[in-house]
T-cell receptor, first 111, second 114 residues
Framework: DVKVTQSSRYLVKRTGEKVFLECVQD?????MFWYRQDPGLGLRLIYF???????EKGDIPEGYSVSREKKERFSLILESASTNQTSMYLC??????????FGPGTRLTVT | GNSVTQMEGPVTLSEEAFLTINCTYTATGYPSLFWYVQYPGEGLQLLLK?????DKGSNKGFEATYRKETTSFHLEKGSVQVSDSAVYFCALSVAGGGADGLTFGKGTHLIIQP
C-alpha cells in the first residue's frame, strides 16, 4: 500500500521561528510536491522536486525553501515564519503515473 | 496560464439525489484532467481521471467526461450517499503524469443529508 507520511498533523509556531515540515514517501517516486491549502483558494503549489537535490518553484514560493537530500524525503522550510503562513500544508509524490499520492497534511498555526 | 474553475460550495443534497459538480478549465496544450476527493481529516485521494478528449473517467459510481469543445470535466453521480460527504477538487496537468504539479480548483464542499 502506497504511503506518504508527514512529520506532524498539527504544529504551532511563533512569528520569526524557523519551521521544518518533513515528508517521506515509501514508493520510490522521483517527483515530490509541497502545496498549501487555504479555504476559498484550493491548493496552490509551493515547490516541487523531480530528483534528489533538484527543486523547482511552484506558483507561490515566496517565503519558503525546500530540501531534498534523499529520494524518499522532501522538506519544506519556512525561514522566518509569519502569520500569513498559517495554513494546511500537503505533501504529494508521483512517478508520472498520472496520480499524485498525498499525505494527511500538516496544519500549521503561526502566532 | 492554466486555471480551473469549479462551482462554489457548500452543496447540500439529500441521500439518493443526483449530483453534478461543474468544472471548466483553461490550459495551454492538452491537459490531463482529474477529480480528487478529500474526506474530513485526510489528505487528497484521486477519484478519477481522463487523459484525452472524450475519455470518461469513473470510480465509486462517479463519472466525468473530458469535453474539449466546452473545456469541461463535470463530476456526476446518480445517487449520492452520506459517505460521499467530502470536499471535491477538479485539477489539471499539462505535463504527462502530473510531474510538474497539478493546478487545482478551489474545491467544492459536498454535504449529503440522510
Amino acid at each position: 500500500d502506497v504511503k506518504v507520511t508527514q512529520s506532524s498533523r498539527y504544529l504551532v509556531k511563533r512569528t520569526g521561528e524557523k519551521v521544518f515540515l518533513e515528508c517521506v514517501q515509501d514508493m520510490d517516486h522521483e517527483n515530490m510536491f509541497w502545496y498549501r491549502q487555504d479555504p476559498g483558494l484550493g491548493l496552490r503549489l509551493i515547490y516541487f522536486s523531480y530528483d534528489v537535490k533538484m527543486k523547482e518553484k511552484g506558483d507561490i514560493p515566496e517565503g519558503y525553501s525546500v530540501s531534498r537530500e534523499k529520494k524518499e524525503r522532501f522538506s519544506l522550510i519556512l525561514e522566518s515564519a509569519s502569520t500569513n503562513q498559517t495554513s494546511m500544508y500537503l505533501c504529494a509524490s508521483t512517478q508520472s503515473s498520472y496520480e499524485q499520492y498525498f499525505g494527511p497534511g500538516t496544519r500549521l498555526t503561526v502566532t | 496560464g492554466n486555471s480551473v474553475t469549479q462551482m462554489e460550495g457548500p452543496v447540500t443534497l439529500s441521500e439518493e439525489a443526483f449530483l453534478t459538480i461543474n468544472c471548466t478549465y483553461t490550459a495551454t496544450g492538452y491537459p490531463s484532467l482529474f477529480w480528487y476527493v478529500q474526506y474530513p481529516g485526510e489528505g487528497l485521494q484521486l477519484l478519477l481521471k481522463a487523459t484525452k478528449a472524450d475519455d470518461k473517467g469513473s470510480n465509486k459510481g462517479f463519472e466525468a467526461t473530458y469535453r474539449k469543445e466546452t473545456t469541461s470535466f463535470h463530476l456526476e453521480k446518480g445517487s449520492v450517499q452520506v459517505s460521499d460527504s467530502a470536499v471535491y477538487f477538479c485539477a489539471l496537468s499539462v505535463a504527462g503524469g502530473g510531474a510538474d504539479g497539478l493546478t487545482f480548483g478551489k474545491g467544492t464542499h459536498l454535504i449529503i443529508q440522510p
